[in-house]
Each structure stands twice: as structure tokens, then as C-alpha cells.
């Protein structure tokens, strides 16, 4: 047995790609998209008929010009989730504009919006996440939400903090960036790798899933950007876990022998202490650690560059 159907004996694995081909190979269970990745699959000769479609579907004479531009946004990444859909057995994950991060009421409105468009082509919402940058505004919009049964999905999360926050209100689940702490940590202590038994963001998410285990919440979590397979083997055990394709091949093209790194049971008899932070504590707790601070504020920048550039190719087909 390959190392990565060891890996999906205890860990439900999720595809980290907007590429069609590549979930076909590797069949998860789930796919994530973002705007990252929807702009580079975008870019892709072969993707170019969803995006003509998104934008016939999205005239509308009596919009403005920006208004259709807004749309055919929107309806790209429902095209896009519709066709994961057609391959995925569980669901996708669709984000919101990372420029509302900061806003909670503009979060609801956009996410009902994405909702109600995969309503409108017969897709059930169990089988949608949404996601949402895990700031503060973007939890409390999660909180709402997931009280209407739209299911959210919090990215961007990069601290304990965050992480609890999220359990407290009852999100579906959350997607702790492994690999951007990763780089954070190589970066400040000036070195080249750190071994993966001692990962930052390794341990970060074990430190999660023990608090989370060990206080019976029930929101999941995905570990996710991901920089190597040393990485994902020692969270085997975590609920889920986002992977791109070349990672996905190299795992594929292993036959490393896995054990389970998270134990739900081991958690449950460690000393942990409960904490239910409010947005006092919440914006104190982030702003002491640096690291989780300057990569949630660079992950939002980088996500509303590309959803910017995006656009750009978009309003120029249009025109």
C-alpha cells in the first residue's frame, strides 16, 4: 500500500488544487479552492470555456459595467465548485472576497449570495463550505452563518487564538496553515529547514487538535499549505488534511510506512487549560504573537492581489 492510501486510513484527504485532472487522479474527498489557485487555473487554456460561461451568464444590461464584472466573479467560482462537485464524493470549498475580511455584515451577505447560486443549480449546501479569513469580523460572520446551515470553512489561521475562537463558535471547520508558519520560522531563525518533528506548524496544529479533543469540539480540522510530505505524515490522524498534486504524487510514488501522530484518546487525559477568549483577549492574544499577526495580514494581501488580477482578466474579456 502506497503511503498515501496509508494516509487516508486515518486522515479524510482533501485536494488543495482548482485542477480538474489532478482530483480525478488522486481522488479525495474533498477539494478546497481559493483565489489563488481559481486565478491560476483561470489562466489555463483549458479552463478558458468556464470562464466564457460565468461571463454569459453574468450580462445583464441593467447592471453596471462593475456590477457584471462582480458577478462573472462570482459565478466563476461556482463554476469552478460545480465541476469539483461532479468528481469529489463530499464537498468544496468556496472563499469569500478576501478584501472583507474586516467586515462582517459584507461576509454574510457574500457568502448568501454564493449559497443561494449553487442553490439556484441544484447543489445542496451540505456539500459547501465557505470560506472565511479567520479575523475577528470573520468568525462572528461564521457564527451567523453556520446558524443558517451554511457551512464555513475559516482559513487563514495561524494561532491558537484563532483556532479556539473559531470552536467557541461553532464553525464546521478550520484550515491552520502549516507551511506559511513554517516559512515564518525559517525566516526569523535564519535557517534553511527545520525537521519536521519540530515543524512550527506541525506543532501548532497538534496543540489545536489536542485542545480541541481534549474539550470535545467539534469543529474539524485541516491542516493545509503544506511545504513537504514530512510535514503531512506527522499530522497523519488529523481530521483532515489539503494537499496539492505534486505533493499528493509524491506521496503516491512512497511506500513509507505510517503510524497515527494525533490520537484523539491521548488527548482527552492531557492537563489543558480552557480559555473562552472575547475580542478583547482575542486582538491581544494575535497581536503578541508576531508571527501569526504578519501572516494573516500578508495571507489576505496575497489572496486580494490575485482576486484583483482575476478581475482584470475577467473586465478584459468582457470588454
Not at 481522488?27 to 489557485?37: F, G, H
Not at 462582480?70 to 478584501?99: C, H, Q, W, Y
Amino acid at each position: 500500500m502506497n503511503t498515501l492510501d496509508q494516509l487516508k486510513q486515518y486522515t479524510t484527504v482533501v485536494a488543495d488544487t482548482g485542477d480538474f485532472n489532478s482530483i480525478l487522479e488522486y481522488k479525495p474527498q474533498d477539494a478546497t479552492t481559493n483565489p489563488s489557485l481559481i486565478f491560476q487555473a483561470a489562466s489555463d487554456e483549458k479552463y478558458q470555456s468556464l470562464i466564457h460561461r460565468a461571463i454569459e451568464k453574468s450580462k445583464d444590461a441593467s447592471l453596471s459595467f462593475d456590477q457584471q464584472i462582480e458577478a462573472a466573479m462570482e459565478r466563476l467560482s461556482i463554476e469552478f465548485g460545480l465541476e469539483i462537485l461532479k468528481i469529489v464524493p463530499g464537498r468544496v470549498s468556496t472563499e469569500v472576497d478576501a478584501n472583507l475580511s474586516f467586515d462582517r455584515d459584507a461576509t454574510l451577505s457574500k457568502a448568501r449570495k454564493l449559497i443561494a447560486l449553487y442553490e439556484a443549480e441544484g447543489c445542496s449546501r451540505e456539500r459547501i463550505l465557505i470560506k472565511v479569513a479567520a479575523t475577528w469580523e470573520g468568525i462572528r460572520a461564521a457564527e451567523i452563518l453556520e446558524k443558517e446551515n451554511i457551512r464555513t470553512n475559516l482559513t487563514l489561521l495561524f494561532s491558537q487564538v484563532q483556532a479556539i475562537a473559531c470552536a467557541e463558535a461553532g464553525v464546521q471547520l478550520i484550515s491552520p496553515f502549516v507551511g506559511r508558519i513554517l516559512d515564518w520560522h525559517k525566516k526569523d531563525q535564519g535557517v534553511d529547514q527545520i525537521p519536521a518533528q519540530q515543524d512550527p506548524g506541525v506543532l501548532s496544529v497538534h496543540s489545536i487538535f489536542n485542545y480541541y479533543k481534549k474539550f470535545d469540539y467539534k469543529t474539524e480540522i485541516m491542516g493545509a499549505s503544506f511545504r513537504n510530505t514530512g510535514e503531512i505524515l506527522e499530522l497523519a490522524g488529523c481530521d483532515l488534511l489539503t494537499i496539492s498534486p505534486s505533493l499528493l504524487k509524491e506521496l503516491q510514488s512512497s511506500e513509507t510506512v505510517i503510524t497515527p501522530k494525533l490520537i484523539s484518546e491521548e488527548a482527552q487525559s492531557m492537563t489543558i487549560e480552557q480559555i473562552s477568549p472575547d475580542e478583547k483577549m482575542f486582538r491581544w492574544m494575535l497581536n503578541e504573537d508576531a508571527m501569526a499577526t504578519e501572516k494573516l495580514s500578508e495571507g489576505i494581501r496575497k489572496f486580494n492581489a490575485d482576486r484583483l488580477k482575476l478581475e482584470k482578466l475577467i473586465a478584459k474579456l468582457m470588454a
